[in-house]
């Protein structure tokens, strides 16, 4: 095994220990910066060494050291996600100078997936600034232009407010957020125009296929509210890292 692999999945996982910190403090309005990690009953700060990625959670049995109260699953489970789409993207684009942009990237698809799944809301303070920084980064992607990035943005965000324009003349209720449009814009931003429809179809098909059965469990008269940025940030990592693949395997079942 490549020791970049390991290096990569061991970075991932100090990153998305920060992106912890991230998805509990945005929704919160809290600064990310300080004070330092402590537990939120007691407020007792957290050791380095309490501290250590996916290591200490199980060490210390999901527990805060001083009061004994239980920490989430989701501290490792960020950690790791973090971690193995790290390598992934590693195992992809190699020691190339896109490597970092990518990892920029699925970070902050990280924090939105599990803000949007903890709290329905997708942050403006992620997704806006990532509209014009995914602008600016693609100038580092040798086969993306800034044309393709541009269009990307007004494709991505103009063809969700489209759908939940119609859907809102045909129902007369909103079914879409506008923070999916701002995040598909920004997925345009970093990605171009035409990932657009594969995101929005990879996406819509993991939604329905999840989203379906738990609405058969609650009842057909039931009302359920699934957010739909995980979807998204998850037809963009599997556009990212196996689009081509995908592309030609479709391409091959039309001949």
Not at 29 to 39: K, L, M, Q, Y
Request: aromatic share 16%; glycine share 10%.
């Amino acid at each position: 095994m490549n020791l970049f692999y390991l290096y990569s999945f061991v970075f991932g996982t100090i990153i998305g220990s920060f992106l912890n910190v991230c998805i509990y403090r945005i929704p919160a309005g809290r600064s990310i910066v300080t004070p330092a990690s402590r537990c939120p009953n007691c407020h007792t700060a957290i050791r380095w060494y309490q501290n250590i990625p996916i290591i200490s959670y199980f060490f210390l049995r999901g527990r805060c050291a001083a009061c004994g109260e239980s920490f989430s699953i989701r501290y490792p489970l960020v950690e790791a996600l973090t971690g193995v789409l790290f390598m992934l993207v590693y195992l992809q684009f190699g020691m190339h100078w896109v490597t970092p942009v990518y990892w920029f990237f699925v970070s902050a698809l990280v924090v939105i997936t599990f803000i949007d799944l903890g709290h329905q809301i997708i942050p403006d303070i992620i997704s806006l600034p990532g509209i014009p920084l995914g602008f600016l980064l693609t100038f580092l992607v040798p086969w993306l232009s800034w044309r393709d990035s541009l269009l990307g943005i007004l494709v991505g965000g103009g063809s969700l407010a489209c759908v939940a324009g119609i859907y809102y003349l045909v129902t007369r209720t909103e079914g879409m957020g506008m923070g999916d449009i701002k995040l598909l814009a920004m997925l345009g931003a970093f990605m171009g125009w035409k990932a657009i429809l594969p995101i929005i179809f990879l996406g819509s098909l993991v939604g329905s296929l999840i989203g379906v059965p738990l609405m058969l469990i609650k009842g057909s008269n039931g009302k359920l509210a699934i957010p739909f940025g995980p979807f998204l940030s998850l037809g963009a990592v599997i556009y990212l890292l196996w689009g081509p693949f995908l592309w030609a395997w479709y391409l091959s079942l039309l001949r």
